[in-house]
């Protein structure tokens, strides 16, 4: 049986790709400090698949402590790397502690693949590198720019880290995933998106305000160059996410080519007026909302060009927008807060 080791295992997209991995006949070893994930994902991921992955709970930040997991699994063939922090908001009040984390995390990471000969790394990248685009869907030769966030700095200068440390080194590939909006749950409801809080990000709002934790979602801006006025993203259920990665690690080890970027997204834009009627159709939960003003950093709108993923990759997203909402409602409905 091949090992992957996925680093955020325990974390939403984390999660979910250690339940396809499991799924796809790998065996997973899952690194996480618990910073933002509770233990008990792991009994979810256990209902879903029968196998409970071996687990650490280690900081990718301690090289002392993350190593000894690498000479434990030095036998793994890749790395799926999600440790990270990805609260935009709070990177721009602390970037130091972004700046820390999520680049000393992916230091950490390489030199341990280098050290113990593990030659793939799969790279939770994201479409904000992209900021607002020109043109409509972005490529992935769309340029990069300065992101708008420190959170989103950390995963272009992530990108740029990963690119020289592979045309240093003989043996390591890596594929960086820029993934649109991930939302949704898995379908079984044992395992979905837990934040901690009041959520940043639109789909946990919208089920914590139908289940009665938040009074109603603020949509931030209707005045914006769209069909509707609100601003559009690409919204990709989280299991279809996921399943990215299988694919990302089969081609590695198919040794194609040393680096390769791909869009992760569904290909189609929604408003989040249209994902609130998707919500509010897919559920029969009618939704309290009201239109305040735009929110600080907000792009007007973005969608992925998803031909060379489809193409190259071979990976194409499958769950319709309905469904993946329906998903995330079912997990809201089922989760249980202390
Ligand atoms: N929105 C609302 N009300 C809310 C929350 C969000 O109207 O309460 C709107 C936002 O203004 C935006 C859309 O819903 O138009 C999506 O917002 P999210 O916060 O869910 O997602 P973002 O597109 O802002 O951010 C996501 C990821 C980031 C990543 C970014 C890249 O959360 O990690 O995409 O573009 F950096």
Redesign the pocket.
């Given at each position: 049986m091949q090992k992957v080791i996925i680093t955020g295992g325990t974390g939403y997209i984390g999660s979910h790709t250690v339940v396809e991995f499991q799924n796809a006949g790998f065996e997973v070893v899952v690194i996480d400090n618990l910073s933002n994930s509770i233990i008990e994902v792991l009994d979810g991921i256990e209902k879903i698949t029968g196998i409970r992955p071996i687990f650490y709970q280690v900081d990718v930040t301690e090289q002392k402590d993350l190593e000894i997991v690498f000479q434990k699994h030095g036998d793994a063939v890749a790395i799926i790397h999600f440790a990270a922090y990805?609260a935009?908001g709070e990177s721009v009040q602390e970037p130091l502690k972004y700046y820390h984390n999520n680049i000393q995390g992916l230091l950490n990471v390489l030199s341990n693949m280098l050290k113990y000969d593990i030659p793939n790394l799969v790279f939770s990248s994201?479409?904000?590198v992209y900021g607002q685009p020109d043109k409509l869907p972005v490529t992935e030769d769309t340029p990069v720019v300065k992101?708008e966030?420190p959170?989103?700095n950390t995963?272009k200068i992530n990108e740029e880290i990963i690119d020289d440390t592979i045309n240093s080194s003989e043996n390591l590939c890596a594929i960086s995933l820029r993934y649109?909006?991930p939302i949704g749950a898995h379908t079984s409801a044992y395992i979905g998106e837990l934040p901690l809080g009041v959520?940043?990000?639109?789909?946990p709002?919208i089920t914590q305000t139908a289940i009665g934790l938040r009074k109603e979602?603020?949509?931030?801006?209707d005045n914006y160059n769209t069909p509707d006025g609100?601003?559009?993203?690409d919204y990709i259920n989280v299991c279809d996410l996921a399943k990215a990665h299988v694919f990302a690690v089969k081609r590695l080890l198919n040794n194609v080519l040393k680096y390769e970027i791909f869009n992760i997204g569904t290909g189609k834009g929604s408003s989040?007026m249209e994902?609130i009627k998707a919500f509010e159709t897919s559920t029969g939960q009618k939704l309290n909302y009201k239109i305040v003003d735009?929110?600080a950093g907000?792009?007007e709108q973005?969608w992925a060009d998803t031909s060379k993923a489809n193409k190259v990759l071979g990976w194409k997203a499958e769950v319709s927008l309905d469904e993946t909402v329906k998903s995330a409602w079912e997990w809201e409905k089922k989760v249980k807060r202390d």
């Open positions: 990805k935009v994201s479409c904000t992101p966030s959170y989103g995963k649109f909006n959520p940043d990000n639109l789909l709002y979602l603020s949509v931030f801006g609100t601003a559009i993203r989040v994902i735009r929110r907000d792009i973005v």
